[in-house]
């Protein structure tokens, strides 16, 4: 099934046209979000260049086998009309690392609402030259704009390991309302039991919170060190 078609539940209920896939890619003044081909293991796996250290909380593969099992695995979830992943590239088309929506689910109307399409963005992955810079900010405006504009969703979630401190940070500075711990919640990269730190962003809510991102992408633009 590609991208763009109806996808149908377990149980054979048509859920929706989906609008995923309409408008790709997503283009920013520093990064730009394509969609996630096959094409793009090596250099995927290239860009995880010595940035292991950085990755502990992250699934990020260390191998080339391990890269191309990662990326089939996302575009099973994309063809499951369940996830939508994305490779980041600079400014010159360099590959600089991942991310993705996924738990892609839209709920039927009912007699008192419309359908419901909700949606996590997760699985991301920077190269150390991408760290500590804008583009991770201009990342989440990209992906927030799309999934309030083309998806329709009316809620985004966001999900880290509580013991990611620089993860969560940045979620916060998103503006991200946090909604509380999953404790035991899944096995973590690191082999721990991961306790998942849950956060979200409603439709309602994003155009102020937009407002407020734009400015600060702006202010770390003049100051891509900060």
Known sequence: MSIGESTTTENGDQMTERTVGVDLPLHGDLVSLVPMESEHIHPLWEATAGGHESYRFTLVPTDLDGMTAYVDSALKERDAG??????????DGRVMGSTRFRCIERWPATSVRPSVTVAEIGGTWLSVEAQRTGVNAEAKLLLL???????????????????????RRA????????????RGHMPAFDG???DSAIYSILRSEWPELRTSLQQRIRKVNHAPNE
């Open 82 to 91: 369940s996830g939508l992943p994305f490779v980041l590239l600079n400014r």
């Open 145 to 167: 704009d799309y999934a309030f504009g083309p998806m329709d969703a009316y809620r985004v979630s966001l999900m880290t390991d509580y013991r990611n401190e620089r993860s």
């Open 171 to 182: 979620i916060e500075r998103i503006g991200a309302t946090f909604d509380g711990v999953l």
């Open 192 to 194: 721990a039991v991961r």
